[in-house]
Structures are given as structure tokens and as C-alpha cells.
């Protein structure tokens, strides 16, 4: 049994027709940027996360650049940030001239730890970046009590975790802004590079909107200097063809999570537990293993590909080990050394992960 990581072509054939010809549909028109699929998009979005706007961007790295940006958090600010979590969330807080302060993870879960980031605190910090990591919601309330009794912004990046609720509210609409990231292997990909801005604060969206192309205020008036960070008519029209399946799609990946949980049961694998209160998204279904690189060159042997997010902690990156040396964060360190990302996507079927149980399980018993 050959199984990928992922299979992207396999759900482009799923929806082929209905995509083929929203494509055609924004070829006809001739209107590539800044149309009305982006408009379209942006409704629908906001209607999906809860928010009363959404601005759609070029990249989830970009949704965290022009929130900061927004913001006015430059230079001579902090911004506290997990070690754990994709080097983009933090290099976002680079890009915008501060400087990123990395928090460690909570125990026995791969997110951002309230304890870690009181740590983390300093008198220039701004705000906290909080990520969804792997799709599963971080337990906000103490975060929101603490950026509250602090004056800071928390700011919540949910490039892994659209369609996650925290408290029956969607992801992403908790934060001063929501950072949504379309990369194409995403729970909701498009076929290229795209994010969005969830935003509340109607000020704050307008400016977004601004910064995202050239900080024009009228056709040639440009008030501010900006970016050029729009969202392409193509992708949004994938992404809105995607996007009444996507609610469907995360059902799926839950009941396979809750497969790999039976599977995995008399194994040395261990996952974090979903958190009262929150509805995961499993954009990745991730273990630790104290055998990690072994078991996944045994699964490879066994034609199952499997990947390692993330290798090396953001505070140990050599782009940030020079402006922050010394720093020991045990519990991120100890998660790039074990955890393991299994096949996890919609169409994967159930045997598929009965036969990864196995294996792991043949893999123990050498
Ligand atoms: C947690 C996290 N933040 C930010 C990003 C950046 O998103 P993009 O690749 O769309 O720029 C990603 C993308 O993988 C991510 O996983």
C-alpha cells in the first residue's frame, strides 16, 4: 500500500469541473486582480470566521506582516511569539523591524504555554502572536486576560486551522486581526500562494486594505507606503469553489484523527489531547515518537511518507540564533526532536491508517 503525505491532484479531480470553470469564468471576464471573486471571497470568508471583515492577501506570511504593519509595531518593539510554529510567524515580526521573543510550548501540547509567554514579556513588548498550530485552537482566554491586563495585541495566526473553534466561535476572529494562510497545502488551498486578514476594527481594515496595495487611498493617491499583496481573481475563485466543501472536508479529517487515536493506542506514539472547549481542524495529525528519525525511515521503507514539522525550533534557526544566543526553551526543543506528521487528508482511507498502526507497532516490536 503506496501512501502519501498528501494527495492535492487527487482533490483537484474531485472538484475538476466545478473549478474548471470558475477558472474559464475569470479568463472570460479578463479582470485578473481586484475583481469581484476577491469582493465575493471576502464576504463569504467573513461570513465563515465570524468577522465583520476580511481582507485577502497574497500570503499568510504577508496577513502577519500587514497586521504588525497596521498595528505601527516597529522597530524597538517585542512581539512574543511561539518557538514552535513555522519560522514565518516569527520572521513576519522580523520583516516589520521588531523583534520577535520566542515563548515555549505547553506541556503536553504543541502550542503557545501562558506561563511561557508571562516569561517572555518585556517592557517593549507589543504584542503576542498566538498560533493554531497544526489546526488545533490555543486556549485563548488566558491569553486574552493577560494581553488585556497588559495593553498588548494579540494577534492570532491561524494559517493551519480555518473552520477551528474555540468556544463555539470561529478561529481567527479572537485577535485584533486572524492570519489565514491558502497555501496550497492547507486545509483550504489554492492553487498558489494566498492568505486573508480577519479584522473587526473597521479602521484597521481600511488601513489593511491600503497597505495590502501600495497604500493607495484613490487610483494614483498613495497615502502610506504599502505593499503589493493582493489576492489574484484566479485563486479567489478556486478558493471560493473550495470553500462550501471545507466544513465537509474537516469533518473527515477529525474522524480520521479519532482512527489514528484507536490505531495508535498500544503504541509508543503520544498526541496532544484536543482541549475542552475547542473543535481541532487537524491540519496535520501529529506524534511524538522517542524513535522518530528511525520509525519514519521504517515507514518509508513501507511506502509511507511522512514529514517533520518542525525540524529545528524558530530560536535555534541560524537567521535568529545570532540575535537571540542562550535561549533554552526544553519543551519546543524536545517536540523537534520527536514529532513525526502522519498521512492526514480527506480522501485517505480508514485501512490506510489501520495499516500505519500496524506498522508502527511491527516497527516496536523489532
Ligand atoms: C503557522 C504558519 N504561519 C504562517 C505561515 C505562512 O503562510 P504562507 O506560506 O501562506 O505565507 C504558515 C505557512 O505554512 C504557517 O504554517
Sequence with gaps: MIIPQLDLAGEYQQLRAEIDAAVQQVFLKGAFIDDEENAALEYELAEYIGAAEVICVNSGTDALLL????????????????????????????????????ADCAPGQYNIDADSVRQALTPRTKAV??????????????????CASHNLWLIEDAAQAIGACYHDRGI??????????????????AFGDGGAIACSD????????????????????????????????LQAAILRVKLPYLDGWNAQR????ALY????????????????????????????????????????????????????????????????????????????????????????????????????????QR
Design 129 to 146: 502572536i498566538a498560533v493554531h498550530l497544526f489546526g488545533q485552537p490555543v486556549d485563548l482566554l488566558p491569553l486574552q486576560e493577560f
Design 172 to 189: 481567527g476572529s479572537f485577535g485584533i486581526t486572524g492570519a489565514f494562510s491558502f497555501y496550497p497545502t492547507k486545509n483550504l488551498g
Design 202 to 233: 473597521p479602521d484597521l481594515a481600511t488601513r489593511l486594505r491600503r497597505l495590502r496595495n501600495h497604500g493607495r487611498q484613490g487610483r494614483y493617491q498613495h497615502s502610506e507606503i504599502g505593499f503589493n499583496s493582493r489576492l489574484d481573481e
Design 67 to 102: 497586521s504588525l504593519k497596521a498595528l505601527e509595531i516597529s522597530a524597538g518593539d517585542d512581539v512574543i511569539v511561539p518557538a514552535f510554529t513555522f519560522f514565518a510567524t516569527a520572521e513576519a515580526v522580523s520583516l516589520a523591524g521588531a523583534r520577535p521573543c520566542f
Design 261 to 364: 487515536r484507536q490505531a495508535l493506542q498500544n503504541t509508543e506514539c503520544d498526541w496532544p489531547a484536543v482541549l475542552e472547549g475547542t473543535v481541532s481542524v487537524h491540519h496535520q495529525f501529529v506524534v511524538t515518537h522517542p524513535q522518530r528519525n528511525a520509525l519514519q525511515l521504517f515507514l518509508a521503507e513501507h511506502n509511507i511518507s511522512t514529514a517533520v514539522f518542525y525540524p529545528i525550533p524558530c530560536h535555534c534557526q541560524p537567521a535568529f540564533s545570532e540575535s537571540h544566543p542562550g535561549i533554552s526553551l526544553p519543551l519546543a526543543e524536545c517536540l523537534a526532536d520527536q514529532v513525526l506528521a502522519l498521512p492526514i487528508y480527506p480522501a485517505l482511507p480508514p485501512e490506510a491508517i489501520r495499516h500505519i498502526g500496524e506498522l508502527i507497532q511491527d516497527f516496536e
Design 254 to 257: 477529525r474522524q480520521l484523527a
